[in-house]
């Protein structure tokens, strides 16, 4: 099984719906991030987290909210989809140093 | 702020051969660490080798290896006997000590012709 679990791997759905992306691990880290990648962008930082009471925005936080159920559980809430909110969803995880980031699979989200 | 730059958005090589991919970064700070990340069409983003900024010696990981130019803010990649599966996107990211936010470049396409 892998170490950081996405669920749904693709979803499609319409404008203006609410959508939850999840994410679980196995690592027993701490810190667990949200990226979004677009084409010819990179991975971009959304939401992160050190723990259930630490909830931090990244770079491009507006239009989603985020929930840290758990050590091992932080999902990720877009309130009201729209068109641009089209990308590639990346949960991750980290220790302490070294930093290095454990990527989950990818979502694949597409509003239409 | 830190920037990440991967100048070269597509590379070819022929199976068995070798390549280097750029990548130049830009920081004040002394305390950070690097990493290029592969991405094959499966998606999932793996991690393919890191280097210490406190370290002078070049990471090396089996095929891949590291030419770190502290300096010149250079971290480029070279992969060895180029296989097949090395096909991917590959990421150069930058990441500051202490800090929560990883800095990824646009990344760069790499085609293994056999």
């Known amino acids: 099984d892998a170490d950081v679990t996405q669920t749904p791997r693709n979803r499609i759905t319409k404008t203006g719906k609410r959508i939850m992306l999840e994410c679980s691990q196995t690592k027993g880290h701490d810190r667990m991030y949200w990226y979004r990648q677009d084409p010819g962008l990179g991975l971009r930082l959304i939401y992160y987290s050190f723990d259930v009471k630490d909830i931090n925005k990244g770079e491009i936080s507006d239009g989603y909210s985020v929930s840290r159920q758990a050590q091992a559980k932080f999902s990720l809430s877009l309130e009201s989809a729209i068109p641009n909110q089209t990308a590639l969803y990346f949960c991750a995880t980290s220790d302490f140093r070294p930093w290095e980031l454990f990527f989950g699979e990818g979502s694949r989200l597409t509003v239409l | 702020a830190q920037t990440v730059t991967q100048s070269q958005p597509e590379m070819s090589v022929q199976e068995a051969e070798t390549v280097t991919l750029s990548c130049t970064y830009d920081?004040?700070?002394?305390?950070?660490?690097l990493f290029w990340y592969k991405q094959p069409p499966s998606r999932q983003m793996i991690l393919v080798i890191r280097?210490?900024?406190?370290?002078?010696q070049n990471a090396t990981e089996n095929r891949f290896s590291v030419n770190f130019q502290k300096a010149a803010k250079s971290f480029s990649l070279k992969i060895s006997d180029s296989q097949l599966g090395d096909a991917a996107m590959y990421f150069c990211a930058y990441r500051q000590g202490g800090s929560e936010k990883l800095v990824f470049g646009k990344g760069m396409k790499l085609t293994v012709n056999p």
């Open positions: 920081t004040s700070e002394s305390d950070y660490y």
């Open positions: 280097q210490e900024a406190y370290k002078q």
